[in-house]
């Protein structure tokens, strides 16, 4: 942005730019503020550490095992899918669930009762929160309130690609984070041992209702036989009569036998079926009728051919055995082998692809965990298996229908004990068939284990694992210096007040001098007093007093870029104005008159401040007769110039204070004072308001040769300066450059060449005051 510089010249403004030394001053000027929060960050994070319980950790592993999850008869036809592992994610929220922490948590209360020399180990988790105990509730919480603190307390997680859940408990005793965590494991085991036996259970106590139905139908028939026998005598049947009944009597323990699998198979299906009603209630109806009928039609060759093979061999035994295999039963062994192939493709293609078309559109439900899936495809296998029962029962039926023709031919006299002896013959071949089966299911119920395998049993933890005191101090030290230095940066950058030389440079300034920070140590008569060498003496005359101070040198330094400022035209008139008050103008007035006096000019320094008059009062002169009283004309102007102990350096003081300082300044005998004061003396100084507050400095700045504007580093805003220098610039004067008071090099550069800059020559004064002492 194009702007005008306080030397008059064009200057383009860049926008601001940070760069490393930038960045490395405003950090040193917010240190005490960076140290100040670090200390406070790292002092609060450390009571808060060390106030923590001591929280520890024990972890318990378990593993799923592959292979002993699939289903049974997916298995045997190798379906893929079902063989695989099921969905670690469904063990993981078995684990998470409401029964299963119900089950823990009654299993810790039990503990204190069944193991009360264990009492003494205090189970934190069981004990009634404040809120129970004041309603009563004791010695043990809520059901509700231990699965709480469960869900907070206890983690449920798998590694990714593994088939490990690992199960984590915290607690405040070590003891107790391994007995809660090795408590989830045993219930989660007894659980999967439970639902791994329930099918088996299931089918052993049908198995079980069976046995005991099928032994009084056999004594039934035992004793109605034993009856007729007694009362009609003894009745011989002959071969073919015999070989009737006995193949009767098989072909009925096989329908039973068939019943009886129906019946489990049906039992089994309405189980699965209640179990998809309440997550997708369409697939009910649609499994009842999804069975491919090519899987029927195989299933009824199948039947057909098997009850034909079986009554091959009942009929002539030795036929079954391979060295006497006739051409009839190895035809039909090479049938069911080929029959049996196709079905097992058959059922696989249908379990792929038959849940495509299961269900209308929109009826699918969300299954992230494969568990619908999974009972859907037990649901088909379930129906096949009772669709090849039935087939079965179907085909004996026939058969049975077709000797029973052939039973009718018996003579009557024996047909009443061929009855019987049938009757007998089946009930006892059927329940010798159940009580082989029974034996089958207990043995099966007892050798599930289910998959769940626990690896490792939790171990009480040495160290805590919280509260993290190494971690803890760490990130509060990062922190605590990232939100030091972060507030310091903000702090900077909503701060526009002045604190740098360059900073003012940016902005187009000329800065003619920096003056050190003058420590005010007290007021006395009106005047601010700094102590310097064992005595108190004005800031306002620091030039005078103490020539060889820093403070001193650096108003020459000012001094010297004023005479120097225009080569072209030598300035003689200066207003001295600063942008709010407070900033030190008349302070500076006053120096700047001291070194031009010292330097051997005759200098005059005019108050025209006419809203605070300071001057008189620094340089312990009346008030009165003053630069009003000349304009009111109530006083002639040599009597208005006061001799001050500067040799050369004379003093206007304001006089009365007027009730209208601008109309004043800006009259024709005030423009006609000022004409005297540059024709009369070798340079003049005026001592004005705020630029900002009022417009008297204004009036003059168009009169004098030069302004001088006043910057109190950490105090003016530069915003506000710059808009000082525009007014100036309005009015038509010419603002010479900036002085910056208040600078504390040191707080600002530390110990950087920058700070030499401003202070190289202290060591220079500081070296000859020592040798004057000397």
Wanted: net charge neutral; proline share 4%; glycine share 4%.
């Amino acid at each position: 942005m194009e702007k005008i510089g306080t030397n008059g010249q064009t200057f383009f403004q860049e926008e601001e730019t940070i760069n490393l030394y930038e960045v490395i001053q405003v950090l040193y000027r917010g240190k005490w503020l960076i140290i100040l929060i670090f200390i406070l960050v790292v002092l609060a994070t450390a009571i808060f550490t060390f106030m923590q319980d001591p929280i520890y950790e024990s972890t318990a592993v378990i593993l799923i095992e592959k292979g002993k999850k699939g289903l049974g008869l997916a298995q045997a036809f190798d379906i893929t899918g079902f063989s695989e592992q099921r969905n670690i994610k469904n063990e993981i929220e078995i684990l998470k669930s409401r029964s299963l922490a119900e089950a823990v948590a009654k299993k810790l209360i039990e503990r204190v009762y069944v193991e009360p020399e264990k009492k003494s180990d205090t189970i934190l988790v069981i004990l009634p929160s404040r809120k129970e105990l004041k309603e009563g509730i004791k010695p043990f919480a809520k059901i509700e309130t231990i699965i709480e603190r469960f869900e907070k307390n206890v983690k449920i997680e798998s590694p990714r690609d593994a088939d490990i859940i690992k199960i984590t408990a915290r607690s405040k005793n070590p003891k107790e984070a391994a007995l809660i965590a090795n408590t989830f494991a045993d219930a989660y085991y007894e659980r999967n041992l439970m639902m791994s036996r329930n099918e088996s259970r299931s089918v052993r106590k049908f198995l079980e209702e069976q046995l005991a139905d099928k032994r009084k139908q056999l004594d039934q028939a035992e004793n109605q036989l034993e009856s007729y026998m007694k009362s009609a005598g003894v009745v011989a049947l002959d071969e073919e009569s015999k070989k009737l009944i006995e193949q009767l009597s098989n072909l009925e323990s096989a329908r039973g036998e068939a019943i009886v699998d129906i019946s489990a198979a049906k039992k089994k299906l309405d189980s699965y079926l209640e179990q998809i009603k309440q997550i997708e209630p369409e697939f009910v109806k649609v499994a009842t009728e999804a069975l491919d009928p090519y899987i029927k039609y195989l299933q009824e060759e199948i039947a057909k051919l098997e009850v034909t093979r079986d009554q091959i061999i009942a009929q002539n035994p030795k036929v079954g055995s391979q060295e006497v295999l006739n051409k009839s039963l190895r035809e039909i062994d090479e049938q069911l082998a080929s029959l049996r192939k196709k079905l097992q493709e058959k059922i696989a293609e249908f379990l792929k692809t038959g849940f495509a078309s299961s269900g209308s559109p929109g009826t699918q439900t969300y299954d992230p965990t494969g568990f619908v899936k999974e009972l859907k495809q037990k649901i088909l296998l379930t129906e096949i298996e009772l669709s090849a029962y039935e087939a079965r029962k179907k085909e004996i039926e026939k058969l049975i229908e077709q000797l029973n023709r052939k039973f009718e031919t018996i003579p009557a006299k024996l047909i009443d004990y061929a009855r019987l002896e049938r009757a007998r013959m089946s009930a006892e071949k059927l329940y010798l068939l159940i009580e082989e089966k029974y034996q089958e299911a207990m043995i099966a119920e007892q050798s599930q284990f289910g998959y769940v395998q626990i690896i490792d049993y939790a171990t009480p933890g040495v160290r805590p694992v919280s509260p993290k005191v190494h971690l803890n101090l760490i990130l509060s030290i990062i922190i605590g210096l990232g939100l030091g230095v972060g507030i310091v940066f903000v702090k900077e950058y909503f701060d526009r007040s002045v604190k740098t030389p360059e900073q003012l440079e940016k902005r187009g300034f000329t800065v003619l001098s920096a003056i050190p920070v003058i420590e005010i140590e007290a007021k006395l008569d009106g005047k601010q007093l700094r102590k310097d060498e064992g005595r108190n003496i004005a800031a306002h005359l620091i030039t005078h007093l103490s020539p060889k101070s820093p403070v001193a040198e650096a108003y020459r330094v000012m001094r010297t870029g004023i005479q120097f400022a225009k080569l072209d035209k030598k300035i003689k008139s200066i207003v001295v104005a600063s942008s709010a008050p407070k900033e030190g103008k008349s302070t500076t007035a006053s120096n700047l008159a001291i070194t031009m006096a010292t330097a051997g000019l005759k200098t005059v320094l005019v108050d025209t401040d006419l809203r605070r008059p300071v001057l008189h009062r620094v340089f312990n002169v009346p008030r009165e007769p003053g630069l009003t009283d000349y304009l009111f004309d109530r006083a002639d102007v040599q009597e208005i110039f006061k001799q001050t102990e500067v040799e050369n350096l004379y003093l206007v003081p304001c006089g009365v204070v007027p009730p209208n300082p601008a109309e004043l300044l800006g009259s024709e005998k005030m423009k006609e004072f000022v004409e005297y004061l540059k024709l009369n003396y070798d340079f003049v100084v005026f001592d004005t308001p705020p630029l900002v507050a009022v417009t008297d400095a204004l009036i003059l700045a168009s009169q004098v040769d030069s302004v001088l504007l006043v910057a109190s580093a950490g105090k003016t805003e530069i915003d506000v300066l710059e808009k000082a220098r525009e007014m100036v610039q309005r009015v038509g004067g010419n603002v010479i450059g900036v002085l910056l008071n208040n600078f504390d090099a040191s707080a600002t550069y530390g110990t950087y060449y920058r700070y030499y800059r401003y202070y190289r020559y202290y060591d220079y004064y500081g070296a000859d005051r020592d040798k004057s002492r000397g």
